[in-house]
């Protein structure tokens, strides 16, 4: 009885084993579809959207020129348009087919003869010495994955792969594969490489050059010829000797190729025009926001001018550094300088010592006080509210809310605004501007061009308040151009690959500043370098006007100036605002503005500066006496008719509308250089 019991329950658990191993097949069966699913849904639908551009949706590239059309630098990769297959020369398709897919014509995607033949020849070596993969993997994996190595994305290599060979004909996948590949330097694609070394379209390219391209395939960065030229020609004779190997060509047929190897061009290194290049990228995106793809930026920087003012603030800082004194233990001085047209054309900018040092822009990141650089808005501001510069005002000790301005050096009593501009005259400025009203000075100077915000308290008028000098320089272009605001561009037009015009600078003159108050803003600051604090900014025989500037404890030394064709500005300091030592805006800023101003102006004939002259020689006039004399004044008696006529040419418009400026940030006293 208890037999028949056993025999009864061994169908029984032979029944629930199978019922098991079908369940637990099932299970793998719908996890398996789970995760085919997943990786066909997370793979194919972006392909389409891939192919779409050389960039994919959401990149973009940037090829930016100078004002002569030569490359500058390139962000985000080279790109070209599609070169169609059968306008790839024959030796160059035969090249690539030899080196990288010999059965490309005759597999599905995956070459088994290849994958085992790689196998083989890796046991052999010891090491990898050689792939497997087919041009239609190395499209998938180049084209569309990342480089990390998982298990993941080998599946998806593979789905790319078969979808590939299913939707496109091997001559659309050769085609695809020749224009999007990776070819060193930054460059995708035969077309791109072709014109970065080269220079000259991939459809123009040699025996020795189609070999160059093609070994490149392998080891982009490491055979590229702009790192090792030597290499890549070893790695181009390797490509020749496959062809000749299988019996694509002959030995004679590469013998030309062999004997005289491809050779690249040389291109001058751009790094300090790398700081202009990051604000053309900066501007790049405020004018095209969210735009993608390639895109070719045409600028105004002048690589002569460029190299003039890498050179001049090199130089500086190089004499200063070897002029210190020993026991002078500073950090590292650093420089920067603009150098524009007066309608506000970049043509030089220099943000520092070293780029690859330091990649902070300092003409537009950096916002330091401008000292006395600051004071032709206070003089602005006056000669609108009805001033000239024969007015006269007190240089006596002023206090102003408890402060006191104080003088580098004697206070000279009664002094017009010219003397108290060539000599830099600190209580003139601050007495200017608490008659005139601050909020004056803070339209004038935000009229002109400066951004930042001003804060309305006495010291302003002596430079307190932080500046760029991208601001301060485009500021001064002003009285340059006869009054009319130059806002700083570097980009001239925008275009697609297409040659599309995407975007084109417009000349929009806006007057700012009246033509008499630009003609004697030039006269007073003429004056600075004719014989006052800037003499040292002298560029011999050339009419030219600007202003120093020194902040307190010379943590900045600054000239910016400018002649009838260029404005210039100047700055050095260090990046942690520690004071300099034996530094003022008077020397070494002013000699290295003049140094490069000389360079660039070489070879150009000379031009008026409207207003630019040196001031007549004047009989001494009374001094001022008593507290009353501690305003300005208005011209001389009429008697004076040499004066009256020289007020009358100078005489300003009416004042404007007063703009309060934002934001309050307090300062310290400012030194005048």
Do not use: C
Not at 41 to 47: A, G, H, I, N, Y
Not at 205 to 228: C, M, Q
Not at 268 to 279: I, K, L, T
Not at 311 to 316: E, G, K
Request: cysteine-free; hydrophobic content about 40%.
């Amino acid at each position: 009885m208890r037999d028949d019991e056993e025999n009864q329950e061994l169908p029984q658990k032979g029944t629930r084993s199978r019922s098991f191993l079908w369940r637990a097949f099932g299970a793998l069966v719908f996890a398996g579809s789970v995760v085919f699913g997943t990786l066909i849904l997370d793979t194919l639908p972006k392909m389409q959207r891939q192919l779409l551009g050389p960039l994919g949706p959401d990149a973009l590239a940037l090829t930016v020129l100078d004002r002569d059309g030569d490359e500058i630098a390139n962000r985000g990769g080279r790109y070209a348009p599609i070169v169609p297959l059968n306008e790839m020369p024959d030796n160059l398709v035969l090249a690539v087919l030899s080196t990288e897919d010999r059965r490309f014509y005759e597999h599905f995607g995956f070459d088994v003869f290849g994958i085992g033949r790689a196998i083989v020849a890796n046991l052999s070596a010891g090491g990898v010495v050689q792939g497997g993969s087919t041009i239609t993997q190395q499209l998938a994996k180049n084209l569309y994955l990342g480089s990390e190595r998982t298990f993941w994305r080998k599946a998806q290599e593979a789905v790319i792969t078969v979808w590939l060979e299913y939707t496109y004909t091997k001559e659309d996948i050769l085609t695809l594969y020749l224009n999007r590949i990776y070819m060193g330097a930054g460059a995708y694609g035969f077309e791109a490489a072709s014109q970065h070394y080269f220079d000259k379209s991939v459809r123009e390219v040699n025996l020795a050059e189609a070999a160059l391209l093609a070994g490149l395939i392998k080891a982009p960065s490491r055979f590229a010829p702009t790192n090792d030229l030597s290499r890549a020609q070893r790695r181009a004779e390797i490509v020749l000797s496959t062809l000749v190997e299988n019996g694509v060509l002959t030995e004679g047929e590469t013998f030309a190729a062999r004997v005289t190897p491809a050779t690249i061009i040389k291109r001058a290194p751009r790094q300090g025009s790398q700081y202009f290049v990051d604000w053309i990228a900066s501007e790049v995106a405020e004018i095209l926001p969210g735009m993608t793809g390639q895109l070719i930026i045409e600028t105004t920087l002048d690589p002569v001018q460029q190299a003039a003012g890498e050179l001049s603030i090199a130089d500086a800082i190089a004499e200063r550094a070897a002029n210190l004194p020993e026991d002078v233990d500073e950090p590292p001085t650093q420089g920067a300088l603009v150098s524009m047209d007066p309608d506000g054309a970049l043509r030089a900018m220099v943000g520092g010592r070293d780029y690859l040092e330091s990649q902070f822009n300092r003409t537009f990141q950096a916002e330091r006080q401008p000292g006395s650089a600051f004071k032709p808005f206070v003089y602005l501001a006056a000669l609108e509210n009805g001033l000239t510069p024969e007015s006269r005002v007190s240089d006596r000790p002023i206090s102003v809310n408890g402060w006191s301005p104080q003088n580098n050096g004697r206070f000279r009593g009664n002094v017009s605004l010219l003397t108290s501009m060539k000599y830099s005259i600190n209580t003139v400025a601050v007495r200017l501007s608490e008659q005139v009203g601050r909020l004056e000075v803070i339209d004038a100077a935000e009229r002109l061009g400066i951004t930042s915000p001003l804060a309305s308290h006495p010291s302003i008028a002596l430079g307190t308040e932080e500046v760029t000098l991208l601001d301060l320089t485009s500021s001064y272009a002003v009285f340059a151009n006869g009054g009319f605001r130059a806002k700083p561009y570097g980009i001239r037009r925008i275009l697609n690959p297409d040659g599309d015009i995407l975007f084109e600078q417009q000349s929009l003159a806006t007057r700012v500043v009246a033509p008499g108050a630009a003609r004697s803003m030039n006269y007073l600051l003429y004056q600075v370098i004719l014989g006052g604090t800037g003499s040292n900014a002298d560029i011999g025989g050339r009419p030219a006007a600007g202003k120093t500037g020194t902040s307190q404890e010379a943590r900045d030394i600054w000239f910016v100036g400018y002649t009838a064709d260029q404005v210039a500005g100047v700055w050095f300091g260090h990046d942690n605002a520690s004071p300099m030592v034996n530094a003022e805006g008077g020397g070494l800023s002013a000699t290295t503005w003049a140094s490069f101003m000389k360079s660039v102006h070489e070879g150009t004939p000379i031009a008026d500066l409207a207003g630019g002259k040196p001031a007549p020689v004047r009989r001494a006039q009374p001094r001022a006496t008593g507290e009353e004399s501690s305003v300005a004044t208005g011209p001389q008696p009429e008697i004076h008719r040499f004066y009256v006529s020289l007020s009358n040419l100078f005489r300003e418009a009416h004042r404007k509308q007063l703009n309060p400026g934002p934001g309050f940030r307090r300062g310290g006293e400012t030194i005048s250089r």
